[in-house]
């Protein structure tokens, strides 16, 4: 039998070591609630037993996971999402999801489905393989393999390509800390960051930043992930109102590197973000892992170019190649974007600006609309007024009359209550 016991981290256990402040530095988990919102999961169960392994206390454990310094890896990270959203045309891969057919880089002529923030909503649904390597802070690969096509983002020094085969589309940019103060630094954030929520890393050290008084901690149990032995580090939140039930994580034994994460909601039934590895190697990647060369005939696109066109058009505040406004520019346009509440059951707010969403009893054009809104969502009242409540899995949304939004991983009636205290 394995040997460990499950052992709790709060904040009054005592764990304030530097090793738990590095790794538990928030008490809201908003990025936790943004990943649940728009991106990932994994299917492969995990396999091959429960080893045995010496007791590890979960402070000990968030600590090795904290001091895990793994510079070279390669691999293949499955992923399926179940948010309970509908499946929507492009989301699910193919060539069309890849940028092919109509609304592609073909028609469009911009380069925009190589352009990373094009991937993220076929990452919010179904099935997807990814494969990863990297070989310290200056050389990166991932790339979303399908049946039709295959999306690559490759950093390699000051070189950064997103391609893909759908569209037969290279986009060229250069990594933005380059050539600062007379030499390259170039970390992994370089890389754009639409996919760097991708990995089983990514996602637990959001979840871990997320952690604090509001959060149970433990070690829950041992297991094969990858052929490779690991920890499970068991996250429940302690807020009733949230609507997430458990984070699991595997941890690797021997380097303490997350190999799984696994986001179940409180309503159960299957995962709905669960990301891991299906084989990985810490082994130094070939060379060729992180070389590109753009293919005989691909239109090739310069995304400094189309990075400095989109901040004259949106603003400054736009830092990603595409042509999304930037945060500020966004907040202005919606009113103003908060987060009250706290923990598990932090609620973002947008205010509205007088009209919410068109009802059934509305004419014309618009009245088709409000009959067809009316069909879905549940209606809620308070002295707030009234609205609409639209609901995924994970995360709900209501929109009140007046056009103001509350959204967060938590249920319906704490998002009446917030919309009741705003009033």
């Known amino acids: 039998m394995p040997r460990y016991e499950p052992t ?4 009054g256990d005592g764990g304030h070591s530097p090793q738990r402040r590095k790794a538990v530095r928030y008490a809201v988990p908003v990025a936790v609630a943004g ?48 948010l309970g959203l509908p499946a929507l045309p492009g989301m699910a891969g193919g060539a069309g999801g890849f940028g092919g057919g109509p609304g592609g880089a073909e028609k469009k002529g911009d380069g925009a489905s190589a352009a990373p ?28 393999v399908d049946k039709a096509a295959e999306y690559s983002l490759v950093h390699n020094g000051k070189d950064v390509w997103a391609y893909d085969s759908g569209s037969n589309t290279a ?34 050290k959001q979840a871990l930043e997320a952690a604090g008084d509001t959060t149970s901690v433990t070690v829950d149990g041992t297991a094969k992930v ?21 984070i699991r994580v595997a941890v690797d034994a021997a380097n303490g590197v997350p190999l799984k994460f ?45 990075r400095a066109k989109a ?11 595409g042509s999304r406004k930037g945060m500020k520019d ?21 205010k509205g600006a007088g009209s919410g969403l068109p009802s059934g009893k509305d004419q014309g054009a618009g009245g088709d609309v409000g009959k067809f809104l009316d069909s879905l969502g549940d209606k809620a009242s308070g002295s707030f007024g009234s609205g609409r409540i639209f609901s995924t899995r994970l995360v709900n949304a209501l929109i009140t009359d007046n056009g103001t939004i509350y959204v967060g991983a938590v249920d319906k009636q704490a998002l009446i209550d917030a919309a009741n205290a705003a009033k």
Do not use: C
């Not at 901040?311 to 190649?321: M, Q």
């Open 117 to 144: 923030e094009s991937k993220l909503m076929e990452l919010a649904s179904g099935a997807h393989t990814l494969r990863v390597a990297a070989d310290g802070p200056d050389k990166q690969r991932l790339s979303i």
């Open 35 to 82: 990943v649940a919102a728009a991106t990932i999961g994994l299917v492969p169960a995990f396999a091959g037993g429960s080893p045995d392994l010496p007791k590890i206390s979960a402070q000990e454990l968030i600590a090795k996971i904290a001091k895990s310094d793994v510079q070279q890896l390669s691999g293949t990270v499955r992923i399926t999402t179940d």
């Open 226 to 246: 990858a052929g490779r032995d690991a920890y499970q580090l068991l996250i429940k939140p302690k807020q009733a109102a949230s609507t997430v039930g458990s």
């Open 8 to 11: 709790e981290v709060t904040e």
């Open 262 to 306: 696994t986001l179940t909601p409180k309503s159960g039934g299957a995962a709905a973000i669960d990301v891991g590895y299906t084989d990985v190697d810490f082994a130094k990647p070939a060379a060729s892992q992180f070389s590109f060369t753009p293919p005989k005939g691909a239109k090739v696109v310069n995304g400094d170019q189309e």
């Open 311 to 321: 901040e004259r058009e949106h603003g400054k505040g736009t830092k990603d190649f």
């Open 330 to 350: 966004v907040e202005k346009d919606l009113g103003g974007l908060n987060v009250i509440g706290k923990g598990w059951t932090s609620i973002a707010t947008i």
């Open 171 to 204: 986009v060229h940019s250069t990594a933005p800390d380059a050539g600062r103060h007379g030499k390259q630094r170039h970390e992994p954030k370089d890389l754009p960051k639409d996919l760097k929520n991708a990995t089983p890393q990514d996602l637990a």
